[in-house]
């Protein structure tokens, strides 16, 4: 079934080392539509709730420890199946597997900071879109 809509954030990687305009344009030539977005920074226990699913795993730490160290551009894009082509124009986790072309094979240094966050589902997009937005904040 084709979905409409997913959550993205450009991770604090992507953000330090200054593109969010480079990963946006991308979007945007995708074909996505930009449905909410806010520049925000998560907060230790924010991105331990939103990051909750992997809390029995080994990099769990990290991960929160990373996702709370600066500032994150959070958005719900739409476009008819919304999960898969976006899973697809971010490329692998691990940047030196994914395709060329794609965003974490442009922008991402490694696995653990690999520049964005791509929903993995329809239903972790809504999830993940409630989060961080109410519906007065979509467009």
């Given at each position: 079934m084709a979905t409409n809509r997913t959550l993205t954030m450009i991770k604090p990687d992507a953000v330090r080392a200054g593109n969010i305009g480079n990963i946006l344009a991308m979007i945007?030539?995708?074909g996505f539509r930009i449905v909410a977005m806010k520049y925000t920074k998560l907060?230790?226990?924010k991105a331990g709730k939103f990051y909750e699913v992997h809390k029995e795993r080994p990099f769990?730490?990290?991960l929160v420890s990373f996702m709370s160290s600066g500032p994150?551009?959070?958005?719900?894009?739409?476009k008819d199946n919304a999960v898969a082509d976006f899973r697809t124009l971010i490329g692998a986790t691990n940047p030196a597997e994914a395709a060329d072309?794609?965003?974490r094979k442009l922008y991402a240094t490694s696995i653990g900071e690999n520049a964005v966050h791509g929903s993995d589902s329809d239903d972790n997009?809504?999830?993940?879109?409630?989060?961080f937005f109410s519906e007065l904040e979509r467009f």
């Open positions: 945007n030539n995708a907060s230790a226990d769990y730490g990290e994150i551009v959070a958005a719900i894009l739409e072309g794609t965003i997009a809504k999830i993940e879109g409630d989060f």
